[in-house]
C-alpha cells in the first residue's frame, strides 16, 4: 500500500555518472517501500519533496526549497555539505551495506600489505633473496582511529585476523575483541607504539589536522599509515617530514585536501607513499537505493531518520 502522496517529488542532485546508476533503481525501491513518487532531475525548487543529494555545483542554496523535508546524502562524508547555512532541513549521510564490505577490503588489504612487507617481493628488480619472515599479526599492533560505521567494520575484522586492535572515537565505547580509547588522552595513548595506524574519521573543525608532527612522533618506528578518511585529517607538510626522517614508514593515501591530487604534488613521487585516487570504497546504488527509499519512507510516517547528521559534531 502506498504511505505517500501521489505527487511526491524526489530531486536527485548529484552527477550525471550517479543518475545513470540511480535512475531505475531508485524508483523501483521506493515502490518497494511503498513511496509513490516521481524521480526527476531537475524541477522548479518549491515543488520537492525530498533532494538525494551528492556533492555538486549545480545546488549550493537550499533556500528556494520550501516544501523540501529532508537531504538524503548518497556520500557517508558530508563535510562538504553539513555547515551550508541555506540547508535548514535534516540531513542524513549513507550508511550502506555495501560501502562498508568495500572499505573493510581496501582497509584489510592494505594492512596486510604492510604487515606481510609484500612491496619487498612484488617489486625486487635486484633479485635479492633476504628471508625476513613477518612476525605474527598477533605481534603488530594496529591502530584505527574512528569507530562509526566503517571504522568499526574493519577494525574488527582485522581483530578476526589476530592483529590487536586499538579503536579510537569521540565518545567512549565497548566492542568485543577491540581495546577501545576515546578523548585526547585516548589518541595519545591509542598512536603510541602503533605499528599501522587507519585513519577513518570524518571532517571536522576538530579533526581536520589532528595528524600532524606531534601525533607522528608517537607511533613505533617506521609505522605505516593508512588514510581512506579524509586529506585534511593530516597535516601534509608534517607527514612528508615525518616519512624523511623514518619515523613513518610507508603512507598509503587514498584522500587528499584537493582531488584530484595535483600531478606535481610530492605525494606522487614520494617512494614511500602510496596513491590511491579516492576508491577505498564507493556507495554501492543497489543498497544505497533502499537506504533512501527507507529514509523516505520514515519521513512520510514521521519515524526518525535513519543516520541523520548532527549539524554541531559536523558528522
Ligand atoms: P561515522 O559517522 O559512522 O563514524 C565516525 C567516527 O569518527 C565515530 O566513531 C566518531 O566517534 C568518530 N569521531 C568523529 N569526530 C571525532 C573526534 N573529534 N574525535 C574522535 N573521534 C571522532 O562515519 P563512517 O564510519 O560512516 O565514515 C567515516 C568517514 O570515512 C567518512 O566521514 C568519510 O570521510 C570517509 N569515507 C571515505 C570513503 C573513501 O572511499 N575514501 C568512502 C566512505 C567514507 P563517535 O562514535 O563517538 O561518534
Known sequence: MSTSRGDMKILFSAPESDWADYRDLLPSALAHAGITAEVVREAAPDTVDYIVYAPNDDLRDFTPFTRTRAVLSLWAGVERIVGNATLTQPLTRMVDAGLERGMVEYVTGHVLRHHLGMDAHVVNPERDWTPVPPPLAADRPVTVLGLGALGRACATTL?????????????????????????????????????????????????????????????????????????????????????????????????????????????????????????????????????????????????????????????
Open 159 to 315: 581483530a578476526g585476523l589476530g592483529f590487536p586492535v586499538t579503536g579510537w572515537s569521540r565518545t567512549p565505547k565497548r566492542i568485543e575483541g577491540l581495546r577501545c580509547l576515546s578523548g585526547e588522552d585516548g589518541l595519545t595513548a591509542a598512536l603510541t607504539g602503533a605499528e599501522i595506524i587507519v585513519a577513518l574519521l570524518p571532517l571536522t573543525p576538530e579533526t581536520e589536522g589532528i595528524l600532524d608532527a606531534a601525533r607522528f612522533a608517537l607511533p613505533a618506528p617506521r609505522a605505516a599509515l593508512i588514510n581512506p578518511g579524509r586529506g585534511a585529517l593530516i597535516d601534509d607538510a608534517a607527514l612528508l617530514e615525518a616519512l624523511d626522517a623514518g619515523r613513518i614508514g610507508h603512507a598509503t593515501l587514498d584522500v587528499f585536501r584537493t582531488e584530484p591530487l595535483p600531478r606535481e604534488h610530492p605525494y606522487w613521487a614520494h617512494p614511500r607513499v602510496t596513491v590511491t585516487p579516492h576508491v577505498a570504497s564507493a556507495t554501492r546504488p543497489a543498497t544505497a537505493a533502499r537506504v533512501i527509499a527507507e529514509n523516505i519512507r520514515r519521513a512520510e510516517a514521521g519515524e526518525p531518520l535513519l543516520f541523520e547528521v548532527d549539524r554541531v559534531r559536523g558528522y
